[in-house]
């Protein structure tokens, strides 16, 4: 099975789950770090990471000498990704999205699959598991590209296990990126009027995926019950709680997975895993 | 006229509160939400909407059954996997879909609509601050950078107008589209931070994007006292980089309660978090006077 932590807001305690979720896991898992711009996953489980390659974009390089000019590239070229200025044929390989439609259209074959890079994808393993996770190239703007490279992995991962992945903040298209192939999403939030307002956008955003989906709420003693009372209200169910305290601040800054560390913790990080499984399967996802 | 852009790298470090800080100090600012994805810095200042406008772009893929041969050029051709064969023939998938025109270019039979997304809304409002350009992009919608940066050039555009001194951005997270966009033309780049492994991975991170923009950096450390060290750490490291400090808050619960009130933090005279965040946004202008 697939499962996706995910968040509409960042800094709800997203990584504070995934890392304790896998330190709890108790059958073969890959642990994948989809929040690509700003990975944060390994920096708790630290993973030894043996595996590290660079990742490409096609973009297509131009041979001025073939080009005629005709200007189907600059045509179909939805990104502005390729122009003729004062008869040059110009290639802007930052703004190309590498849909491969103008190497498709050129009559002349004079573009040819040429590569950016995107970033890099690290592998290797974090206890018994296997981690995965994608760091974008600073001053790259485009995550989906790299967060799909991870994704054409997870067919051979999932015939070894489950998939744990650590999504990126927000609703836009990364975040739906990453949550498309779960099984079941665990949507993390603060019961803060930031918190909540984020919750439900990221909320109407998953919930057309028709996915069995619930909550996870993080300093549960701070704030309001809006949060709640939403879940109620939508029959969302509240798979863990897990109250504001110092301590788990402090051990969160000092890069420690909580459900190890405190007591009590351990237990609702078992639940939340079971609640996962359950609705992952079908089964009744209330607690 | 100036331009400051408040970031973060991570989520949640605080980035919204002290930008909601920053508007009430601020004299003569224009304030602008560029976090179009998940805005909140409407919850603080409760904007009095003027304008709406809807935001279009892009364009999206729809196969038009009727003339569809079941071909499947499109789907072979697709390099977002966008395209699937269903039991209804094939369907373009809108999420998955980049809008790229190259099934619509390449159908046979020309079976394929392309029309223009509407992807949000964007607002020109008044708050007890002043003006604020803000927006919200629909949920799953991509190009937030085209938004970014229309809110920022009509920001600047009602700041000309009004005779107005201050650009003052709430930017988005991470280091992606949305972040580059809102980098471009800045003076400088207020990074809020947390004492966490987190808060430092993430401020490197963002600051080297800083850095290849020549944007001036200033860091602010929040919850500077759950990790005194770790606060040091970072401290040390800015100091390396010739990165400015704004200030260092303490975890303070009044953070919460005044976001509960809808109020920023300095509205509360009393607080002890206030006198901090006047004296940072002292430094921040102080600093802003000597960026080109």
């Known amino acids: 099975m697939i499962y996706a932590v995910a968040s509409g807001k960042g800094g709800t305690g997203k990584t504070t789950v995934s890392s304790s979720l896998a330190a709890l896991w108790d059958t073969p898992v890959a642990l994948v770090d989809l929040d690509v711009e700003e990975p944060n996953l390994h920096l708790f489980l630290q993973p030894d990471l043996t595996d590290i390659s660079k990742a490409y974009i096609e973009v297509p390089e131009a041979d001025e000498s073939k080009c005629t000019r005709c200007r189907a590239c600059v045509d179909i070229c939805q990104f502005k990704a390729i122009t003729i200025m004062a008869d040059t044929l110009l290639v802007f390989p930052e703004m190309c999205h590498g849909c491969g439609g103008c190497l498709e259209v050129c009559p002349e074959g004079a573009l040819s699959p040429g590569k950016r890079e995107l970033g890099e994808i690290c592998r290797g393993t974090a206890g018994s598991h296997e981690f995965i996770m994608g760091r974008l190239r600073v001053g790259e703007a485009m995550s989906p590209p790299l967060m799909r490279q991870i994704r054409t992995l997870f067919p051979d991962l999932g015939t070894r296990g489950d998939i744990l992945i650590d999504a990126p903040p927000g609703v836009s298209c990364p975040a739906i990126a990453a949550v498309t192939d779960a099984d079941c999403i665990v949507l993390v939030t603060e019961p803060t009027p930031f918190g909540f307002h984020d919750f439900k956008l990221a909320w109407e955003a998953f919930k057309p995926f028709g996915k069995p989906m619930g909550a996870v709420i993080n300093r549960a003693t701070l704030g309001n019950n809006a949060v709640k009372e939403f879940c109620q209200e939508h029959d969302i169910p509240i798979w863990a709680e897990i109250p504001y305290s110092r301590d788990i601040a402090e051990a969160y800054s000092r890069g420690e997975i909580i459900s190890l560390l405190l007591k009590g913790l351990e237990e609702t990080f078992i639940d939340l895993r079971r609640n996962m499984k359950a609705a992952a399967k079908g089964e009744v996802r209330h607690a | ?292």
């Not at chain 2, 002043?130 to 009602?158: D, I, W, Y």
Request: with cysteine; hydrophobic share 40%; proline share 5%.
């Open chain 2, 1 to 292: 006229m100036r331009e400051i852009v408040i970031i973060s790298g991570k989520g949640g470090a605080g980035k919204t509160s002290v930008a909601g800080a920053f508007a009430h100090l601020a004299d003569n600012a224009i304030l602008c939400d560029l976090d179009v994805d998940a805005p909140d810095l409407h919850l603080l200042l409760n904007p009095q909407i003027d304008s709406e406008k809807q935001f279009w772009s892009g364009f999206e893929a729809i196969i038009d059954q009727e003339k569809c041969i079941n071909c499947g050029q499109c789907a072979t051709l697709c390099r977002f996997d966008a395209i699937t064969e269903g039991e209804d023939g094939f369907k373009v998938n809108p999420f998955a879909c980049e809008g790229c025109k190259v099934c619509v270019t390449l159908c046979p039979e020309q079976a394929i609509d392309f029309p223009e997304k509407h992807c949000g809304q964007w607002y020109v409002s008044q708050t007890r601050f002043g003006p604020m350009v803000h927006a919200q992009l629909f949920p799953g919608e991509e190009n937030s950078g085209r938004l970014v940066t229309l809110l920022k050039q009509t920001a600047r555009t009602m700041a000309e107008e009004q005779g107005l001194d201050l650009v003052l951005c709430d930017g988005a997270p991470g280091i992606g589209c949305p972040v580059i966009s809102s980098m471009a033309g800045t003076d400088l780049a207020v990074v809020v931070t947390e004492p966490t492994p987190s808060g430092l991975h993430d401020l490197k991170r963002v600051a080297e994007l800083c850095d290849g923009f020549r944007t001036k950096v200033t860091v602010l450390i929040n919850k500077w006292d759950i990790n005194p060290d770790m606060t040091d750490q970072i401290e040390a490291w800015c100091t390396s980089r010739g990165h400015a400090l704004a200030g260092r808050f303490p975890h303070d619960k009044s953070v919460v309660d005044a976001m509960l009130k809808g109020k920023v933090i300095t509205e509360f005279q009393d607080n002890p978090m206030t006198d901090s965040l006047k004296q940072s946004w002292a430094g921040i202008l102080a600093l802003l006077d000597t960026c080109n």
